[in-house]
């Protein structure tokens, strides 16, 4: 325990010390000649402790100051306590930097901390690869230096940081960073970077659904209206214009059911989905159902229609989804191949995976299309799509049914060519028929 010294301690020990020097020089006649020699004694010794003192301040050899002796031991063991409750305190300084620079580090947007005049003061990881800055290079730089963008100057020198700062491009292309500032500590500022890219095309997406979805059902809504609009209790037109007149109607009224029914049907397959209720699906069956319904389809266009399929080949899974992406290619194919071409399904064991693909000598797509063929209502030709009927949602439902399946849809295609459009399933979704040793069965059909 440390004790604190006092008036009383020191003039104790002052008294104790000159007693018995002026008691001897009493005796030996010299008084004032020991209390001389006693006080230079004790300047010298007090000089001593002092030199210690400031020899181990200066160079600082041990943690510990030096033993002292008398009232320098007080001293001593006070400077002990208090650079051991400072370094107590320094140590929990440095925790609490330590922990606010991990919750930094753990927030999933860039921080940086800027000085008044916008210099770097510290940032975290993310910083670096969204902003594009190097530390320790840049700490103490202009961050308006190193983003050289007119629309952020004018925003940090303006200094109303209410509303957000909105910048396309980055550091990265094809990138929408947000920038929000707040005032940090006394002098402060901190910068929250979060890159809003996803959300602007979720924006833009959900822009474009409702615009598309408006656009398909105003046509057949329009189509009815008008002939409906013609009809008149007193005067109904003449037979065979009533017979086009409903026949154009039931066609647009079928148009707009299937496209609220495949809404609908990918309104439901976005959702979570339990694997564990999966069952074998007879997927040779299904892809003579499927030839059949082809066949059909393909009465107008004359195409050369070939199966390649596993007759033994199985897999688990939602008979009725995997129905709609099977379907959807092979129909897609048939509709945007030029009539007299070739079209092949493969359904194969390929590498311990079940694969499955349809291959058109078509006209091809052009690659900046094929990475937005799945969108909602994206179309390659709009004029071309009405003519074949089609409503743009076939490959976003495929591409989620397969999403659900543990699967993805890959598309080739070259201009003048062909396309060719592939998915697989994992071996632990491949069901193998027992005791059947049939080869894989290939019909040719030309319409």
């Not at 064991?349 to 694969?355: D, T, V, Y």
Request: proline share 4%; charged share 25%.
């Amino acid at each position: 325990m440390y004790r604190v010294v006092n008036k009383q301690a020191l003039a104790k020990r002052l008294f104790m010390y000159f007693l018995p020097l002026l008691l001897v020089g009493v005796l030996v006649g010299a008084p004032f000649l020991l209390l001389f020699l006693g006080s230079f004694a004790l300047l010298i010794w007090h000089y001593h402790q002092l030199y210690r003192l400031s020899d181990w301040l200066l160079n600082q050899r041990s943690f510990n100051p030096p033993e002292g002796e008398g009232a320098w031991e007080q001293v001593f063991e006070g400077i002990y306590h208090l650079q051991h409750r400072n370094r107590k305190k320094r140590n929990e300084l440095a925790d609490l930097i330590r922990r606010f620079r991990d919750g930094a580090e753990a927030v999933p947007d860039a921080v940086v901390v800027l000085q008044k005049d916008l210099s770097i003061i510290w940032c975290n990881q993310l910083a670096l690869k969204v902003l594009g800055l190097q530390w320790p290079t840049d700490h103490g730089q202009r961050l308006d230096n190193l983003i050289r963008d007119p629309k952020f100057a004018k925003y940090m020198h303006k200094a109303c940081f209410d509303e957000p700062l909105e910048l396309d491009g980055g550091h990265s292309y094809d990138q929408t960073l947000e920038f929000r500032v707040m005032p940090y500590a006394s002098s402060q500022l901190m910068m929250v970077v979060r890159d809003v890219t996803r959300l602007k095309q979720l924006e833009q997406m959900r822009k474009d659904f409702v615009a598309n979805v408006s656009h398909e059902l105003r046509t057949p809504l329009t189509v009815v209206t008008g002939y409906l609009e013609m009809l008149d209790s007193d005067s109904l037109p003449p037979p065979a214009m009533w017979q086009k007149a409903q026949t154009t109607m039931l066609e647009q009224c079928k148009r707009m059911d299937s496209l609220v029914n495949q809404l609908l049907s990918l309104s439901r397959i976005e959702g979570a989905r339990r694997q564990d209720n999966d069952k074998p699906v007879n997927v040779p069956q299904l892809l003579t159902y499927i030839q059949t319904e082809a066949q059909s389809l393909n009465q107008d266009k004359g195409h050369e229609l070939i199966f390649n399929v596993d007759a033994s080949l199985d897999i688990k899974g939602a008979e009725d989804e995997l129905r709609s992406a099977f379907s959807n290619l092979v129909f897609n194919a048939i509709h945007y191949t030029k009539p007299g071409g070739k079209i092949v399904v493969d359904w194969q064991l390929k590498n311990n995976q079940a694969a499955f693909s349809v291959t058109d000598n078509g006209d091809g797509i052009a690659a900046e299309h094929i990475n937005r063929l799945t969108e909602r209502f994206y179309r390659v030709d709009k004029a071309r799509s009405r003519t074949t009927g089609g409503s743009g949602l076939g490959l976003a439902i495929t591409k989620h049914v397969l999403t659900r399946h543990d699967s993805r849809l890959d598309i080739s295609s070259k201009l003048g060519q062909g396309s060719t459009f592939a998915f697989a399933f994992g071996s632990e979704k491949v069901v193998r028929i027992a005791g059947n040793t049939k080869k894989p069965q290939s019909h040719k059909n030309v319409i």
